[in-house]
């Protein structure tokens, strides 16, 4: 086992305490200083893995998704972050697992699945990068890939607000109200296990569902933040995507 690898456990009882004493600091200050309100927490599991699909925004997005529950959530992160044993023991800890930049996709799903095979929460953008706008974009087909491997539901989220919290240009973290809607979870279309075969017709068909139910999830966590995108904003969102 690489050090990388050791490093994804993070299973020791210092790393869990750490966990704790960090999720509570963080979330504690986000969800005050975002004025955050969450609906929808008991569509969550209370065990078991799942993969947690938010709406992206802005880097913001991170800390109010590991907000949504007290249960420790894994995030995918650059390898190079690991560069310092002490520091990638704290990313590991907050729930980090690392990845090479530049490599095949198959070594993040293959550490992606690893965690999910264990038991716990993965926290997946499907957009990948942070978008802007009222209107969801184009997904990439991994979240809905690694949860079907996995054979785990996924729990899409809508995060409202965010945007304006800390929108891609901007160096400061904004005092703005921010609003989270959690989906009912979507099941896995393939029985887990039956193949180590993901058909592409399962993974377009559940990448619809998701799709679908992320921008209904979106539209309702905007209601309410005291903002809204302008019409021509996703009037321009579409005419791109034509």
Not at 52 to 79: E, M, N, Q, W
Not at 219 to 228: A, E, F, I, R, T
Not at 234 to 240: E, F, S
Request: proline share 8%; with cysteine.
């Amino acid at each position: 086992m690489t050090r990388h690898q050791t490093f994804v456990v993070g299973q020791t009882l210092a790393s869990k305490v750490f966990y704790r004493v960090g999720r509570l600091i963080v979330s504690g200050g986000t969800r005050v200083y975002t004025r955050m309100s969450i609906v929808g927490r008991e569509n969550l599991p209370s065990s078991g893995p799942y993969v947690l699909a938010p709406v992206h925004r802005s880097y913001i997005d991170t800390p109010i998704a590991g907000c949504v529950t007290t249960r420790r959530l894994r995030f995918l992160g650059k390898d190079s972050m690991w560069a310092s044993k002490w520091f990638g023991w704290v990313l590991s800890s907050l729930g980090a697992i690392p990845v090479t930049r530049g490599t095949a996709d198959r070594e993040a799903m293959k550490r992606a699945v690893s965690v999910l095979e264990a038991g716990e929460p993965l926290v997946l953008f499907p957009e990948g990068e942070r978008k802007s706008g009222p209107v969801v974009q184009p997904m990439f087909d991994g979240a809905v890939y690694i949860a079907l491997k996995a054979g785990v539901p996924i729990i899409p989220v809508g995060i409202g607000g965010s945007e304006k919290v800390m929108p891609k240009s901007a160096k400061w973290i904004y005092p703005r109200k921010v609003r989270v809607v959690i989906g009912e979870p979507i099941q896995p279309n393939v029985p887990a296990g039956e193949s180590n075969r993901v058909p592409r017709s399962a993974i377009a068909e559940q990448s619809a569902t998701l799709h679908a139910e992320l921008q209904r999830l979106f539209d309702m966590s905007m209601v309410g933040v005291g903002w809204s995108y302008p019409p021509s904003a996703g009037q321009d969102q579409n005419a791109t995507n034509d």
